[in-house]
């Protein structure tokens, strides 16, 4: 889940120890002890990456895995999993720890083996022990540890259960730790997000509700419905409640905010949760992912399957088919421990975490360790989209999980927005890695071009038109517009890497596209391009772009000078790409009807600007950036990606924030989007 999140592409330059940070009650030679699994230290990955968003993302990831584990239980439904995944007989998983329990109920489908990995080596000490127990004790008795939490049996029994642990590493922190098994059902981060919604529960007088629902005899549907509908009211200020805090409360259950602001209708997350959940599901007689919190444990109605009576024996048998990896999913399942020629990818939400970038990667790795035939890659997302260097994948589930409108995708969790399974792409159709651009700028020449934009209102009194004032203002700093730029357009990298490049397109058109500084990002595509057009109306950024275009060699790119809502071309393009244009173009509008006109059936348009967000922004802030931003002809509207998002079938779109050279502190949002035009319509 997301406790691997952004660290969990590639392995960064080895620190060969533990940091203290990541396991802080280890003995004092726990960096002396034998490590049969490969380790890598959270606190170096974070150090080395260099992805801003990343860097933040890891950084709040890593302050949680220090302490423990986050989640003491797996937040994804393996009734739904096994449907769509379509896991069963002879599978060979590759996967996600998390909280370990989805890896034991895929057991009961008589799979070959399970190899899951994590960088929090506290989820896989978890999971460790889980194993060790199902391994060493009787149904009674481990139902007894991992049910009903009874702590005193579990220290007796511990002597027997540590000969099942898989690593010595794993025995010794388990040796230390034993104290974390007293109430673990409450345990991990996740907990202050628990107490919470207990606490709400119980002020909004909820608990009457509760205790006659878990009282149904027999458990139904249909008498939980009604139960709910005597309380609704209480139940729906309860979670608004609870709404109202929780962009505080998310960081605790593994959710960074940026994972957050990718569901539109967040606003409304946890009432129309809570009408899910006390309407669709049997909150104490099915439901073991709350069942769990609001029972203090898991019961013989509600629990895992391996912890039914009727499985135990079965995942006893074959609980030694699961192997776990402290390590990233990308470089864990290429590692010489992982067993490789996977059939199944089961990536949970992970993926939420990572820019368009890491996820290419991860993907790449993927298809270099999966079986040739039938492999599949199953996900959940907060959002809604399959994310744009994916979208050309051959999907088997593509689409939303019905809260409000239940349907095939919906589960007992009922926190995910959408659920995917797509075929495992061959090396030759996995997402295109691109090329980093690199910039240089002395800081005399950063200051000089910065007292360039400040001084635009001033080019804005003499020019006579657009185009004038355009030429005026970019002709002193084109030769350092590049590098100046990629400290503050942000969104052109996200939106490069999120186009699906390994459609291999023949026709590319940069709409507005200035220096045709994006292109440096394709010197792997550029050269198998029929033509490569960039069309701007400013001359002297153009000359730049023919220059760059003269230096690669690049005799496909061709050169057009003219209005981006007026210029017409003899056929239509596969990609159209349009970086930080439509801020700039004062008919709006027309400019992205035009961009989308010129959109070939099937192909691509590729947006990114700066932009507003009354969601996440105040009035004062979104009043400061319009202003701001004005004075350079620059004009943010949050309809600019309203308008694109309604073109076409949505492959990718994010809402990030990025600052600016000499402006500390602040930060203006900006999005990007990835829409497909459906092979029938027809471009104008």
């Not at 010489?336 to 993926?351: E, I």
């Amino acid at each position: 889940k997301a406790t691997v999140s952004v660290l969990n592409c590639y392995t960064p330059t080895a620190r060969p120890t533990t940091s203290r940070t990541m396991c802080p009650t280890l003995p004092a030679d726990a960096d002396m002890l034998p490590t049969p699994i490969t380790h890598v230290d959270a606190a170096a990955a974070v150090e080395n990456k260099t992805h801003g968003k990343v860097k933040d993302n890891a950084a709040e990831l890593a302050s949680l895995m220090g302490q423990s584990w986050i989640y003491n239980q797996s937040w994804e439904d393996p009734r739904v999993d096994i449907q769509h995944y379509k896991i069963g007989k002879g599978d060979r998983v590759c996967m996600l720890t998390t909280g370990g329990d989805n890896c034991l109920d895929y057991l009961l489908e008589d799979v070959e083996y399970i190899d899951t990995f994590d960088m929090n080596e506290h989820q896989n000490f978890l999971l460790d022990m889980k194993l060790a127990c199902v391994k060493a004790l009787s149904h009674e008795d481990c139902f007894a540890v991992l049910a009903r939490q009874d702590y005193a049996r579990f220290r007796a029994l511990f002597p027997d259960i540590k000969k099942h642990l898989l690593t010595e590493r794993s025995r010794r922190w388990w040796e230390g730790n034993q104290h974390r098994m007293d109430g673990w059902h409450v345990s991990g981060s996740v907990k202050v997000a628990a107490y919470a919604a207990l606490a709400a529960l119980r002020m909004n007088g909820c608990s009457e509700m509760l205790e006659e629902m878990k009282a149904m005899d027999p458990p139904t549907l249909e008498t939980q419905r009604g139960i709910y509908r005597k309380y609704e009211g209480r139940v729906q200020r309860m979670a608004r409640m609870v709404q109202a805090g929780a962009n505080h409360l998310i960081a605790y259950v593994g959710v960074p905010e940026r994972q957050y602001g990718m569901y539109d209708e967040r606003a409304t997350l946890l009432p129309d949760l809570m009408e899910f959940l006390c309407t669709q599901t049997l909150l104490f007689h099915d439901n073991y992912f709350y069942s769990s919190y609001l029972e203090n444990g898991w019961t013989e109605r509600s629990c895992p399957r391996y912890l039914q009576k009727a499985h135990f024996a079965t995942a006893k048998a074959r609980a030694h088919r699961v192997a776990y990896h402290t390590n990233t999913l990308a470089d864990g399942c290429t590692s010489a421990a992982a067993r490789g020629n996977y059939t199944r990818f089961v990536l949970l939400d992970h993926q939420d975490w990572l820019p368009e970038e890491l996820i290419a990667k991860s993907w790449r790795a993927f298809a270099s360790v999966g079986a040739r035939e039938g492999a599949l890659v199953g996900w959940r997302s907060f959002g809604t989209l399959p994310f744009g260097c994916l979208s050309h994948l051959k999907f088997h589930q593509c689409g939303e999980i019905g809260r409000r409108t239940p349907n095939a995708a919906s589960d007992r969790v009922a926190m995910y927005n959408g659920l995917f399974v797509a075929e495992l792409p061959s090396a030759e159709d996995a997402p295109v890695l691109l090329t980093e651009p690199n910039h240089t700028q002395t800081l005399g020449q950063r200051v000089a071009t910065f007292a360039r934009m400040c001084s635009a209102p001033v080019y804005t009194l003499f020019a006579r038109d657009h185009a004038a004032f355009l030429e005026s203002f970019y002709a002193a700093q084109a030769d350092q517009y590049d590098a100046y730029r990629a400290h503050m357009l942000h969104g052109k990298r996200d939106v490069m890497w999120a186009v699906p490049w390994s459609t291999r397109p023949k026709r590319v058109l940069l709409f507005g596209g200035g220096t045709g500084d994006v292109l440096e990002y394709l010197h792997g595509v550029v050269p198998h391009c029929e033509e490569v057009v960039v069309l701007d109306l400013c001359g002297a950024l153009l000359a730049q772009a023919r220059a760059r275009a003269k230096r690669h060699g690049w005799t496909n790119v061709t050169i057009v000078q003219g209005d981006a809502t007026q210029v017409q071309f003899s056929k239509p393009f596969d990609v159209v790409v349009a970086s930080y244009v439509f801020t700039m173009i004062p008919d709006w509008k027309k400019a992205i009807a035009r961009a989308w006109a010129m959109v070939a059936p099937g192909g691509y348009l590729a947006a990114t600007d700066f932009t507003t967000s009354p969601t996440d922004q105040t009035r004062v802030s979104q009043f400061l950036w319009r202003t701001v931003f004005s004075f350079d002809h620059v004009n943010l509207n949050a309809g600019h990606h309203e308008m694109i998002r309604g073109l076409g079938k949505g492959c990718a779109f994010r809402i990030e924030s990025g600052g600016f050279p000499f402006v500390p502190l602040l930060a203006c949002p900006y999005y990007y989007a990835v829409q497909q035009k459906e092979m029938k319509e027809k471009q104008a």
